[in-house]
């Protein structure tokens, strides 16, 4: 049937779809996307968006990559599922071996399941059974991030922040402690500022010091907090947690779901301080974007403390598409790319454009921040006098739709503007989409 286009939202989006982060009513239409070809979607109505997002952060190499789908069509055509409880096959064991190969030091086991909560849930039961297992029932507490996100299932909401996000759900969610996160904040006086690594070690220390012998773990977003508003992180403070979870005899939960993969221009980003977390969270990137999959790594320490003949210890955990073999296909061919065509090198390259192209826009009276980490641009709005500020400030559905209007594809985080494109685009390309946002940016208030 011929879409409607006087019908509205019901033809186009399908009545019955039920789309995450939509608000019920008034929303605009989504974007009918059916084709992808490198950094662009393609839409039914025949016009093309350059994926300023990476497809909600997942995508590296580009869609619908020749060497990506020849080595899913050929998985499709050897084994597509197999349980993976007493059962594994080639891809699965060879996509953990170059994992661990690539991970930092010490992270020698690797936990499938299929996607970025779930790798969280597999992180956070793991801990906390590790220190069952261990004879230390008392280490029940986590530390997270004040500004925390981790995902959206139940465990996930619980380390994250107290948002919009989670606060329906708060009964449910099982208590943590908050610690200060270091970097962009807004003041006592509403203005930005950045809240610097001591400052925020001393309030990890004192928590530390407090809950003594009963943290079960500090779970952080190293380096890069996304969801949060791109908030970057100096070095320094990934290299102070560690030393103090080392201190105080604790685990560091490095979720890298999002900033794995080349996201802050290393391969993880725990690399920025040299620093190895006992378990790390792996999903978005892990599939380059094309198939859901989640790696889970601990070290042999926390491994070894499930091995025994007493049931009681196992980890009853299992998903019934852990380890799909397709996208461990799809993983192994990601990995050959960066193997292979110097992505790492290519991010470099994207991180200088991103930098020239952004940084002037901090002189605009109404830019509070710019920042670059890796491939990832940032522009913060300072707040209109009013305005909502954060998630849900009203700046950003507009901004949003003027990049459309210009045929790009970003989804501010309320009056957050980023850009994060697959690694794939080329100089000319990031070019234009760099013009693009300055033209927005400095016109923002005419929107
Ligand atoms: N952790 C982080 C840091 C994330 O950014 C996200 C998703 N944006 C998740 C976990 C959850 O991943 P998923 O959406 O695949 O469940």
């Not at 839409?43 to 994926?51: H, N």
């Not at 599939?287 to 926390?302: D, F, K, N, R, S």
């Not at 790009?408 to 989409?433: C, H, K, Q, S």
Request: glycine share 10%; net charge negative; charged share 20%.
């Amino acid at each position: 049937m011929k879409p409607d286009p006087e019908a509205g939202l019901a033809a186009r989006d399908g009545a019955c779809l039920w789309h995450p982060y939509t608000q019920m009513l008034n929303r605009p239409a989504p974007l009918e996307v059916v084709r992808g070809a490198g950094v662009y979607l393609y839409t039914a109505d025949g016009r093309r968006y350059l994926d300023g997002v990476s497809s909600w952060w997942v995508n590296t190499h580009g869609h619908a990559h020749p060497k990506l789908n020849a080595a899913l069509a050929r998985q499709a055509d050897t084994l597509e599922h197999v349980i993976f409880a007493g059962c594994t096959h080639p891809p699965a064991v060879e996509l953990a071996e170059r994992l661990v190969a690539l991970l930092p030091a010490g992270l020698t086991r690797v936990f499938y399941s299929d996607n970025g909560s779930t790798a969280v849930e597999v992180a956070l039961k793991l801990a906390w059974q590790y220190w069952q297992n261990r004879g230390e029932p008392e280490r029940r507490t986590f530390i997270a991030l004040e500004r925390a996100y981790h995902g959206d299932t139940v465990g996930a909401m619980s380390v994250s922040a107290a948002t919009s996000f989670t606060a329906p759900f708060g009964p449910i969610l099982f208590p943590v402690v908050r610690v200060a996160d270091p970097g962009c904040c807004a003041g006592a006086d509403g203005r930005l500022r950045q809240r610097g690594s001591s400052e925020c070690l001393a309030d990890l220390e004192a928590q530390l010091e407090k809950l003594g012998a009963g943290v079960a773990g500090v779970v952080v977003e190293p380096m890069l907090q996304g969801v949060a508003g791109m908030i970057v992180q100096p070095p320094e403070y990934l290299a102070g947690v560690r030393r103090l979870c080392d201190r105080y005899g604790t685990l560091l939960l490095a979720d890298e779901v999002f900033t794995g993969f080349g996201r802050t221009g290393r391969m993880f980003a725990c690399e920025h301080a040299q620093v190895a977390p006992d378990i790390i969270c792996l999903s978005k990137g892990l599939t380059a974007g094309y198939m859901p999959l989640a790696a889970t790594a601990a070290t042999e320490a926390i491994y070894e403390s499930f091995l025994s003949e007493d049931r009681g210890r196992t980890f009853f955990h299992g998903h019934s598409y852990t380890a799909n073999p397709l996208a461990c296909a799809v993983g192994l061919a990601s990995l050959d790319i960066f193997r292979d065509e110097d992505v790492l090198g290519r991010i470099a390259r994207l991180e200088a454009q991103l930098r020239a192209g952004l940084e002037p826009l901090g002189e605009l009276p109404w830019v509070g921040d710019v920042r670059v980490i890796g491939g990832v641009g940032v522009v913060e709005l300072a707040p209109a006098p009013g305005a909502a500020g954060g998630y849900f400030d009203e700046v950003g559905p507009r901004v949003a739709r003027a990049f459309l209007d210009r045929g790009l594809l970003i989804r501010p985080l309320g009056n957050v503007v980023y850009f994060m494109p697959p690694y794939a685009i080329t100089d000319d390309e990031a070019a234009w989409a760099l013009g693009e946002i300055a033209a927005v940016v400095r016109a923002v208030d005419e929107l």
